[in-house]
């Protein structure tokens, strides 16, 4: 619970740091709360202590992890975003690995705490080795120190940049609010989808990882397949998410995982006593919810704008955290209930959350080889429009003039009664509502007669220019 509550802590303040003052400077912090706390633990002379230096090794910990998943993302193309944001978690589960054993051999938590902790020193290499992420240069417009930092990688691949590629406006650098997002009706409700699905994949991930100790049998051995079961989980999302997609592999994998939580109703309706029916479904659960935690990372990192990334995955691990909290007294419900009905309760509560996150997940839309958005206005019309595509539909045209600095313009022009001809006559358009603005900021309607030879090309630039017919 403390340590829960440091993570929860830790996840606001590593995003408002990291977004303000950068990823690497962020990540030092981070690393330098985990090492000490972490280490003085072992000295705690009374419990006041110890509960303090556990909060604060939950507000290290976070940092680190959060800093260098958006760093890792930030620093690859599209096509490798989804490797890079699913193979951290291998290093995760590695060190699952590593406590088992070490858990197993030592059982003084003392000792224990101080052979796990030490190494956590070597983490300081870092610094001198990653870079800061070049988007959030660029995004705060230091455009020089981008340039070297993009240099330097173009050199390892043996490639050249061309001079103009951090040649960007100033003026369009913004460093953004987070209370943006809930501003737009579109982030606000993707947000609200988000922090839904935070709550409840973690809800699920921890409340199985809690509930190991109540299966029956040994803990390390469970506490093993546990993490055999969540690294198999990973793989399969490194493995289908660049295939199949974010959304539809996040669906699928919280289906799971609340459906084989929900099956537990079964042997505690048949007052089936055998143990490995329990260890099944439970590890059943936790391979689909570990894939939907690793999917929630990478999505809600895509989804949002590079001036607010950070600042987002924040808050989000922090709304994972209540759930973290939370998880360990849903787990205690089955002792607390007691008998068959009370075995089955907590498992309920765990399927319930993961099939409403899969259904959620359906309302956001697919990241897949999109380009991360770098600004708000990028973000609110993330997966609106297709993608280089036109959408006929009769009735009449919409055309949507995107800029960044003026946000989306609406031109409409009616449908030619001889729309199934394909030769059209542009001396046959009408421009029936175009909206502007006054000095003054107040909006002005405007109706005007017909426009003959309108020549589109001239009256929004081709390449802002992006065609809907509605």
Known sequence: MIYMAGVLTGSLISGLVSDRFGRKKALLVSIVAQVASSISLAFAPNFIALAVLRFFTGIGDIGIYMCCFVLAIELVGPVWRAQVGVLVTYFWCAGLFVLNGAAYAIRDWKTLQLVLSCPTFLLFVIWWFMPESPRWLLNRGKLQEARVILDKIASANKTTLPESIVDVEKEGNSTGKFIDIFKYSVLALRALIVFINWFGVTLVFYGLTFNVATLGGDIYLNFFLSSVVETLGYTLCLLAIPRIGRKRFHCLAMFLSGGACLSFVIPAFLKTKEPWVSIFLSSVGKHGASGGYATMFVMTAELFPTQLRNRMVGTCSMVARIAGMVSPYI????????????????????????????????????????????????????????????????????????????GLEKFTTPRN??????????????????????????????????VKNVDRNKMIPKESILLARF
Do not use: M, W, Y
């Open 331 to 406: 787990a205690d419900l089955g002792v607390i209930v007691g008998g068959s009905t009370g075995s089955a309760l907590p498992f309920l509560v765990f399927g319930s959350c993961g099939i409403i996150t899969a259904i959620l997940t359906l309302f956001l839309p697919e990241t897949l080889n999109q380009k991360l958005p770098e600004t708000i206005e990028e973000a609110i019309n993330f997966g609106r429009f297709p993608k280089d595509k036109t959408l006929e539909i009769s009735s009449q045209t919409t055309v949507f003039n995107i800029t960044q600095s003026q």
């Open 417 to 450: 009664k001889d729309s199934h001809s394909h030769h059209r006559s542009p001396a046959n358009d009408h421009v029936l509502d175009q909206s502007n603005t006054d000095k003054n900021g107040h909006n002005q309607k405007q109706t005007t007669e017909q």
